[in-house]
């Protein structure tokens, strides 16, 4: 069993930055593909990136290409998210999951999920 907490969101202004980190435990973190899903209100959630299990690879949604980037330190069981040149339409709950399939981009094939945190982007 996996537990995934995250951290880091907050209100910012458009065109800003946000560092959002999940910190594994409970398991053994380098075996997951770690993903970021996002769910905004009145929307489904949906994939953001992800990261192989040995961080050599990323995959993100067109939405977010360029502007967002995740890394993970397996020594530390820690997975980020980096938010650059943030919009108002990024707003939504952040949320960190782990899966075993290999750069999983369905929040189906996600086992294990956090939280949440609140990302506010102001215009």
């Known amino acids: 069993q996996v537990q995934l907490v995250e951290s880091g969101g907050g209100l910012v202004q458009a065109g800003g930055s946000l560092r959002l980190s999940c910190t594994a435990s409970?398991?053994?973190?380098?075996?997951?593909?770690m993903g970021w899903f996002r769910q905004a209100p009145g929307k489904e959630r949906e994939f953001a990136g992800c990261?192989?299990?040995?961080?050599?690879?990323?995959s993100y949604a067109d939405s977010v290409q360029g502007r967002f980037t995740i890394s993970r330190d397996n020594a530390k069981n820690t997975v980020i998210l980096q938010m650059n040149s943030l919009k108002p339409e990024d707003t939504a709950v952040y949320y960190c999951?782990?899966?075993?399939?290999?750069?999983?981009?369905?929040?189906?094939?996600?086992?294990?999920w956090g939280q949440g945190t609140q990302v506010t982007v102001s215009s």
């Open positions: 999951a782990a899966s075993i399939a290999p750069m999983a981009t369905k929040a189906v094939q996600y086992n294990y």
């Open positions: 409970g398991g053994t973190f380098r075996s997951y593909t």
């Open positions: 990261i192989s299990w040995h961080g050599g690879t990323t």
